[in-house]
């Protein structure tokens, strides 16, 4: 049995992507260009709207970026240095709050904490959140302890009666003495003390059409049932809320909520006090919904998000793995909204296309220094990765952040001829939309429209690879649908996109709908027979 390479990797993935003619092989990549290998040997170029998954902001190969990590290796850099100084994360570190500092208007510093991947760094904001959390309740354990005891030297010393309340809130009768009472309240607040209760078991928050990645932990925040519901015996899983929807997360909050009695000592009065015992882990945003579809959360429910997650003493965690790194136009999407966090999630396009980084920055309100002690990587802040997200960050300030503006003009501009393809097939086309250079191209439903082989493609979830099939081949232009969403095409070009394949990308997309609405179907799989790559 002869046995390809191409058989022992992803041989389902590629089995189904080769029936749309995505089976294709790169070979070079620059700019928002990529170099497919042609049939006959030759190269094709493809102007590239995928990205990297949105990892690319500053295009493939940036030169500037190859030269860093050209000099990073020829200087012999030590790559790995765990547990020692690490100067290149350091100045990454102080980079961030930098642009923190100036994007949401404050002076708080904000550690950070490395990691390898996106998941990676949600996991890390969850892990510490959950840290920070058992500390917060274990403080509180101990401050109502001392209260309590407070309380019986004081009905001891007679200098202080039981106020009937504190019955009451027991449900004790009104006959019971005061040391009765104390007892079950310091039962109770002991019975909080072992972690595994289930009335304070992490309570984690998500949105529906959210997306945080795929790990054991980061699979149960994100939405989508398929990836996740397969998991879910295997960690914590989350409450999902819907976008727009402040009534339902207040519900979430007011259901979920675990008073505590605590008793204070005043005026003579032993009085009973309710406080929150602190259940909530985490709140997981996402300033776009990128995997989910493309969606831009509101300023009117990103108000409602903040304030409602300070009410109720909730940790923020802003996932920027997608947004972040001045795809939206700003470094930090949420700085647009605002939407401030105690946390932010911060990846793919960190690493310039080159490195694998990501970090999590947490405000210092929240940090815990504890954490270093007992989480760690063996990659996280090699020199190597750091070095090359310190050339990122120097590429995107550059100028007086000068790429930011050019990431928001040059999004303006897509959208501007996507809209106007949509003007003329809003049949086909129900909504462009985003942020930046993070653009959703929404394709109506057509399950009960065109031919049967469309048709099929809804149910399937296939109806954007079919597309992006055919705008690979007949236009040479790679796009490729949200996993979640998969009518909607996703758009993440570099700041490097022009004119010419902004036009290219309308012209193909006009085609498209042509073909869709003569419901002359077949046309969108032609090239199948006369592949050229
Ligand atoms: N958070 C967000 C907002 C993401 O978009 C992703 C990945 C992750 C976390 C996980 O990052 O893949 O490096 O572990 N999104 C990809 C996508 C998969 O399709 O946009 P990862």
Redesign the pocket.
């Known amino acids: 049995m002869t046995l390809h390479a191409n058989d022992l990797v992803d041989t389902e993935l590629h089995r189904a992507v080769s029936q749309v003619g995505l089976d294709v092989e790169y070979t070079r990549s620059r700019g928002n260009t990529m170099w497919a290998r042609g049939k006959d040997g030759g190269e094709i170029a493809v102007t590239d709207f995928i990205s990297g998954?949105?990892s690319l902001i500053l295009g493939h190969n940036n030169p500037e970026i190859v030269a860093r990590a050209k000099e990073l290796l020829d200087r012999d850099t030590p790559v790995h240095a765990q547990v020692s100084l690490r100067p290149e994360a350091a100045s990454v570190a102080a980079a961030l709050n930098r642009i923190v500092h100036r994007e949401f208007g404050t002076d708080e510093p904000h550690h950070a904490v490395f990691a390898n991947?996106?998941?990676?760094a949600?996991e890390v904001a969850v892990k510490h959140a959950e840290m920070d959390r058992r500390l917060r309740l274990a403080e509180l354990l101990v401050a109502v302890e001392e209260h309590i005891t407070e309380a019986r030297g004081a009905i001891a010393q007679g200098t202080a009666a039981l106020a009937p309340a504190v019955l009451t809130a027991l449900g004790l009768p009104a006959t019971a003495a005061p040391e009765v009472a104390l007892d079950a309240l310091e039962a109770r607040v002991r019975a909080f003390d072992d972690h595994t209760h289930p009335a304070i078991a992490p309570r984690l928050l998500s949105l529906v059409g959210g997306?945080?990645?795929?790990l054991m932990g980061s699979i149960q925040l994100t939405h989508n049932p398929q990836f996740r519901t397969p998991f879910t015996e295997l960690s914590a899983q989350s409450r999902f809320v819907p976008v727009d929807r402040p009534d339902a997360l207040r519900a979430v909050f007011e259901a979920e909520r675990t008073p505590l009695l605590d008793v204070s000592v005043e005026d003579g009065v032993v009085d009973v006090v309710e406080r929150d015992a602190p259940v909530f882990c985490a709140l997981l945003v996402?300033p776009v919904q990128?995997?989910g579809g493309i969606v831009p959360i509101s300023p009117e429910f990103a108000k409602e998000l903040q304030s409602l997650s300070a009410e109720f003493d909730c940790p923020l965690v802003i996932?920027e793995?997608?947004t972040g790194a001045g795809r939206s136009g700003a470094f930090f999407a949420g700085s647009l909204l605002p939407l401030r966090g105690d946390y932010y999630?911060l990846?793919?396009s960190l690493g310039g296309g080159l490195a694998k980084t990501a970090v999590t920055l947490i405000r210092e309100a929240r940090y815990r220094p504890q954490f270093e002690l007992v989480h760690s990587s063996t990659f996280a802040k090699d020199a190597f990765s750091s070095g090359i997200a310190l050339k990122v960050l120097e590429l995107l300030e550059a100028d007086g952040g000068a790429a930011y503006g050019v990431a928001a003009e040059r999004g303006a501009r897509l959208v501007e001829a996507l809209e106007a393809v949509r003007a003329e097939y809003d049949d086909i086309i129900s909504d462009v939309r985003g942020v930046g250079l993070l653009v959703g191209v929404e394709f109506a439903d057509r399950s009960a429209v065109g031919s049967p082989m469309v048709r099929q493609t809804q149910p399937a979830g296939l109806f954007g690879f079919l597309v992006s099939g055919f705008l690979l081949h007949e236009h040479r232009i790679r796009v490729m649908p949200?996993?979640s969403a998969p009518n909607t095409l996703r758009l993440e070009p570099s700041i490097a996109l022009t004119d010419d394949e902004i036009s290219g990308l309308a012209e193909g997309l006009r085609e498209v709908c042509a073909i869709l609405r003569d419901q002359d179907d077949a046309r969108l799989t032609a090239f199948v027979g006369a592949r050229t790559f």
């Open positions: 998954y949105g991947s996106g998941a990676e949600v997306f945080h990645g795929k996402e990128g995997e996932d793995v997608q999630t990846a793919k949200t996993g």
